[in-house]
């Protein structure tokens, strides 16, 4: 079992049958999808719904068996489990590198807990010192937004697919990863992103992760707020 697997059966513990369960996007949630529909197979969970996070976690959900509801029927998900690029010593995130971050933060900020399965690699002393920021912005005058990250002391770049084509969200907006050598002070950049017209999120999630689930090849660390 690798230290994805491992943080992602972990998490599983934390579900009980008749749960809304908020289902996150990435490789390291994918291994928590798996073991979710193991253990609904198996008949150890019951009567649990999941709201995805993308139409990714959307289509991977339904190929395994997972009854799905939309945020509209079930707006306050009990527990979401999700992924994340970076994690900070208070537990702030950075996420949106598998371009899902405006989905999966409105799905975390309604949810009642938000868990966070990751491995170790993604634990840093500093946001930004090892991912890029992605932030969401609108495609009508996107290529404005560049100068205007480039002010903020970031390296910006336009996301595209491996193809060559410009990355387009689930929302339908594209994504500029900003290089950063440190974000300093999250809450003062996030605020600042906020005020920007045309930008429509970041992948700063600020105090909202209660709980992270850190694995290496030996165990798990639980780590809370």
């Not at 410009?166 to 906020?194: C, M, S, W």
């Amino acid at each position: 079992m690798n230290p994805k697997q491992r943080a992602a059966a972990t998490a599983l513990a934390f579900i009980e049958s008749g749960m809304v369960v908020g289902l996150g996007t990435g490789s390291t949630s994918d291994y928590f999808l798996q073991a979710l529909a193991a253990a609904l197979k198996a008949g150890s969970l019951s009567s649990i719904r999941g709201v995805p996070t993308s139409l990714q976690s959307e289509r991977r959900a339904r190929e395994l068996g997972i009854p799905l509801a939309t945020l509209a029927q079930c707006p306050h998900p009990d527990i979401t489990i999700d992924g994340c690029d970076e994690i900070d010593p208070q537990l702030d995130l950075i996420k949106g590198l598998g371009g899902a971050l405006l989905r999966e933060k409105v799905i975390a900020q309604n949810s009642k807990r938000l868990i966070i399965i990751a491995d170790t690699n993604k634990r840093v002393q500093t946001l930004g010192s090892r991912s890029p920021l992605p932030v969401e912005v609108t495609p009508f005058g996107h290529e404005i937004q560049h100068a205007f990250f480039s002010s903020l002391g970031a390296i910006p770049a336009l996301r595209h697919t491996p193809e060559g084509t410009v990355f387009i969200t689930d929302n339908g907006n594209h994504i500029y990863d900003l290089r950063f050598k440190q974000i300093d002070d999250p809450r003062k950049l996030e605020a600042i992103l906020q005020m920007r017209a045309g930008v429509v999120e970041c992948g700063l999630f600020l105090a909202i992760a209660e709980r992270a689930l850190i694995a290496d090849d030996r165990q798990v660390q639980d780590l809370t707020r």
